[in-house]
Each structure stands twice: as structure tokens, then as C-alpha cells.
């Protein structure tokens, strides 16, 4: 079993132990993104009036807001791609007709100039 990775982090002003199977490097850009969305949610808490409970759950919202977002424009380029490659695919089997066409009008050309000499 693959040892986990540990590293020490601030989120929201409050320091925080992660641990995981992911690199360090990984660990800091997750919790860097949690802390800036947080602090966002904090800007928002004008009279400070929001529980801390509240804040880590509109965290959680716009966190969850931000991936749904994220895998709704991977399944757009997904779709893209895959009439991209549907496309691609239908050239390439044109391509390869008009290669075969080609080389029968040589043979045709050859065959006639043969029968003309």
C-alpha cells in the first residue's frame, strides 16, 4: 500500500492537515482554490453575520457550482470532438475511395495508351 501524502494548509485563516494519495504540489492547488473561494464567500458576509458552518457550506456550493459548470463544458468538447472525429473519420474513408478511383483511372490511362500505340 502506497504511502499518503501529508501536507500542513491554511484555509479561511484556520490551518489545516490534508491528507491523501495525491502529490503535495496537487494537495496546495486544492486547498489554495478552497481558501480563495472562502475568502470570496467571506467578502460577501458584510456585517459578519454568517456562521462558519455557513460559510463552508456556500463554500461547498459555489465549489460544486464551479464543477458542474466544469464537466457541462467537458461533455460540450466531448460532443464537439466526437463529431470532429465522426467527420475525420468520414474524410478519411472519401479519401481512401478517391485514392482507389484514382489508381483505377491510371490503370484505365495505361491500358488505353497501350492499346493506341
Same mark, same amino acid.
Request: glycine share 4%.
Given at each position: 500500500?502506497?504511502?499518503? /501524502? ?7 485563516? =484556520? %490551518? ?5 494519495? +495525491?502529490?503535495?504540489? !496537487?494537495? !496546495? ?6 481558501? &480563495? %473561494?472562502?475568502?470570496? %464567500? ?13 460559510? #463552508?457550506?456556500?463554500?461547498?456550493? /459555489?465549489? #460544486? ?12 468538447? =466531448?460532443?464537439?470532438? =466526437? ?10 474513408? +472519401?479519401?481512401? #475511395?478517391?485514392? =482507389? ?15 493506341? &500505340?
Amino acid at each position: 500500500m502506497s504511502e499518503k /501524502n501529508k501536507i500542513e494548509t491554511i484555509i479561511g485563516g =484556520n %490551518v489545516y492537515i490534508i491528507q491523501g494519495n +495525491e502529490p503535495p504540489e !496537487h494537495m !496546495h492547488k486544492v486547498a489554495s482554490y478552497i481558501d &480563495k %473561494v472562502t475568502r470570496d %464567500v467571506k467578502e460577501l458576509d458584510i456585517g459578519n453575520r454568517m456562521s462558519t458552518t455557513q460559510i #463552508a457550506m456556500l463554500t461547498s456550493i /459555489n465549489v #460544486a457550482n464551479d464543477l458542474m459548470k466544469a464537466r457541462e463544458e467537458l461533455e460540450k468538447q =466531448n460532443l464537439e470532438n =466526437n463529431g470532429f472525429y465522426n467527420e475525420f473519420n468520414k474524410l478519411e474513408k +472519401e479519401n481512401e #475511395a478517391l485514392r =482507389n478511383k484514382i489508381s483505377e483511372l491510371q490503370t484505365e490511362i495505361t491500358r488505353l495508351r497501350s492499346k493506341t &500505340k
